[in-house]
């Protein structure tokens, strides 16, 4: 059977300490999602590597620091990165595509609408899309920096069937190996915990940016959105069908949920909380395990500045965030009728309300 796969390339793989493109890497990825693609599967690439494989180019002697030094490198990157995909892939006569994406365009629905139709148009065409952050249009504050989360949010929407995400390291550690030579390497993660976080440290080579620690973030967006993720490393030939078909170098991180409708992983991954509720046990268990909206009942404290309409988090009483929803009350309403019976609600605000429910069902998603 065919399926949807997208596939991460961080820097580290694709490029050298100084600057360049490593060519024959390129090369050598490009034959391997090659032989995947024969088999009929609809493959999408996210790359990065763009400021990495420009900043020698363009003359400076290491990853720059500053914005603009970074958004012209990229620039000068972008173009080199491209032609040497378009060059290898063409060799296994296969078309590529380049697609551009910032932040806001996942905050935009129509946006987001173009660029699936624009994707889903090209895989019927048999073409691979090559996605990067739109780098010399992306400020600091709005960028996804690495392109790990970029890639989990790709693989979400376009509804994957699995993420694979390449790097230098054949998967997650107990601790950075470049600085433990005694860590021990993660085969399968069924639930990424506090622990797993504390662990996944920074970037460890000298061109990628996020380390472990992005892609554990990446997984976890991923995986909760149905889509299962490989984490490791493709440095021989036919390492990329092992590790699509699960006998891969690296750590898988598996899920048992289903694919999530986008408005959901909108709500879930993209959307800035105003605000926040702490709930008691009650509400807590109707939220997480009896699929029940919350109610003004559960409500114990209230937190922020937000209107009805407005995004809030949800938080039980140890303090832990369970979920984010779409609140039906302003925050002054909500602190006047927390803990109330509905009953009681109805009467204190003389039925002045559109709906009951704090957070309804369908505009509520759970994160815990
Ligand atoms: N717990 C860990 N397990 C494995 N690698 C880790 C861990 N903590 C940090 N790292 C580092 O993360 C690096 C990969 O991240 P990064 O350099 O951002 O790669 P990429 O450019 O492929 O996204 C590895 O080279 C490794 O040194
Ligand atoms: N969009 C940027 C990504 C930067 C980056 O280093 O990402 P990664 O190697 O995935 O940690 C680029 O192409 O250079």
Do not use: C
């Not at 490009?30 to 590597?49: F, K, Q």
Request: proline fraction near 2%.
């Amino acid at each position: 059977m065919s399926s949807r796969i997208v596939i991460k390339i961080g820097s580290s793989s694709l490029t050298t300490d100084t600057g360049s493109l490593h060519k024959e890497a390129v090369a050598f990825f490009a034959a391997e999602i090659a032989a995947l693609h024969a088999e009929g599967h609809e493959v999408l690439l996210v790359t990065s590597g763009a400021v990495a494989a420009g900043f020698g180019h363009i003359g400076y002697t290491s990853r720059p620091k500053l914005l603009h030094e970074k958004q012209a490198a990229a620039a000068v990157g972008q173009a080199l990165l491209m032609q040497a995909y378009q060059q290898a892939f063409a060799g296994h006569e296969i078309k590529t595509a380049q697609i551009l994406l910032t932040r806001t365009d996942f905050l935009n629905r129509k946006r987001m609408g173009n660029a699936i139709m624009t994707i889903d148009e090209l895989l019927k065409q048999r073409v691979i899309p090559i996605i990067n952050e739109n780098d010399t249009v992306s400020v600091d504050e709005l960028k996804f920096g690495d392109n790990d989360m970029l890639s989990a949010l790709v693989a979400g929407f376009i509804k994957a069937s699995k993420l694979l995400i390449l790097t230098d390291t054949d998967g997650l550690y107990t601790a950075d190996p470049r600085k433990q030579a005694d860590a021990v390497k993660y085969d399968r993660i069924d639930e990424i915990t506090e622990e797993i976080y504390a662990i996944a440290g920074g970037s460890g080579s000298a061109v990628g940016t996020g380390g472990m620690r992005s892609k554990v973030d990446a997984a976890k967006v991923a995986t909760r959105g149905g889509v299962p993720v490989f984490v490791g490393r493709v440095l021989t030939q036919g390492d990329l069908k092992a590790a699509f078909y699960d006998r891969g170098k690296g750590t898988y991180f598996d899920t048992r949920l289903h694919s999530l409708p986008r408005k959901k992983q909108w709500l879930g991954f993209m959307s800035s909380p105003l605000g926040s509720v702490q709930v008691d046990l009650g509400a807590e268990k109707a939220l997480l395990h009896d699929g029940h909206s919350l109610l003004p009942v559960g409500v114990q404290e209230v937190q922020g500045h937000f209107q009805a309409g407005d995004v809030i988090e949800v938080i039980n009483v140890t303090g832990d965030v369970i979920g984010r929803g779409i609140v039906n009350y302003d925050e002054e309403q909500l602190r006047m009728i927390r803990g109330l019976s509905s009953q009681e609600v109805l009467k204190k605000l003389e039925g002045n309300m559109s709906r009951l429910e704090v957070v309804h069902r369908d505009e509520w998603i759970t994160l815990k």
